[in-house]
């Protein structure tokens, strides 16, 4: 079975594996292909390309965009962009920078609530890129929460005391940029978002596909997407989001999605 992943995440986002890394372990589970969809960022691809292109493995260029519709908060994957894109390259600049002063509001608000963490205690994790991830990591090495998850729900989700909220695309923008680049834009994990409707109507934006295999997807949802994704004329695509944590060793290699099912254009210009 030829079995590609089509998301994961590298240490230029918040991922644990450099972009070679990443590759070599993609080859160690048998992988057929691989894609890099670092958060709103290519600064990895470059390097992926360079590592992967005398191994016995597909590489596609990604990347995976944070935008709003509405309300939503969705997340667009982009397959097979150039990387080198100007307009591209300028809009992974702006929201590198609107993450980095993200980061800096939500360490002025946990030292106002008493807790001693500098931006140095981040960068430890990621000198390429520091988000909310690392900051729970630092936290919970300081000893002021037991895991990255307990962290998140007192302190650093939507609601809660530190959350600060940050720059994100317009879904309609996101999907122009991607098929500017030359590439072809899909819903990240659909059973994630709160507002099902949103998916028609991206579709009717302009989509071309939706992620139905996902880590967070059961065999109904599988299923679901797949039907779904069917009546709105969209490609399907499928990967195990890996960041590099523990639990995510569960699903690389096993999650994504069989060549025979993938639309050639993700793969083929």
């Known amino acids: 079975m030829k079995l590609l992943d089509l998301h994961t995440h590298s240490s230029y986002s918040d991922g644990t594996y450099a972009p070679a890394a990443l590759v070599d372990l993609a080859l160690r589970k048998g992988l057929y292909g691989l894609s890099i969809t670092d958060h709103d960022c ?36 982009g397959y097979n962009i150039d990387h080198r894109y100007a307009p591209l390259l300028e809009i992974t600049r702006v929201l590198r920078n609107a993450r980095l002063d993200r980061a ?14 500098s931006f140095d205690d981040m960068q430890k994790y990621n000198l390429n890129s520091v988000g909310r991830p690392h900051i729970a990591l630092a936290l919970v090495e300081k000893g002021y929460s037991h895991s990255v998850q307990e962290t998140f729900e007192k302190y650093l989700s939507r609601g809660m005391p530190a959350y600060v909220e940050r720059y994100k695309l317009l879904a309609q923008d996101a999907i122009r940029l991607i098929h500017e680049s030359g590439g072809m834009s899909v819903i990240a994990h659909p059973y994630l978002i709160k507002n099902q409707n949103c998916i028609e109507a991206l579709a009717a934006m302009g989509i071309d596909g939706l992620e139905v295999y996902h880590s967070s997807h059961s065999q109904s949802n599988v299923k679901r997407y797949t039907y779904m994704a069917r009546r709105l004329g969209l490609c399907i695509t499928g990967g195990s989001d890996f960041h ?18 993938l639309d050639s254009k993700i793969i083929n210009k």
């Open 104 to 117: 800096l509001k939500i360490i002025e608000k946990l030292n106002v609530m008493g807790f001693e963490i």
């Open 244 to 261: 590099g944590r523990d639990s995510d060793f569960d699903f690389f290699g096993r999650i994504g999605i069989k060549l025979d099912e």
């Open 42 to 77: 290519v600064d990895g691809i470059g390097e992926a390309i360079e590592y992967a292109k005398d191994k016995n493995i597909v590489f596609i260029p990604g990347i995976e965009f944070s935008c709003f519709y509405g309300n939503e908060e969705i997340h667009i994957l």
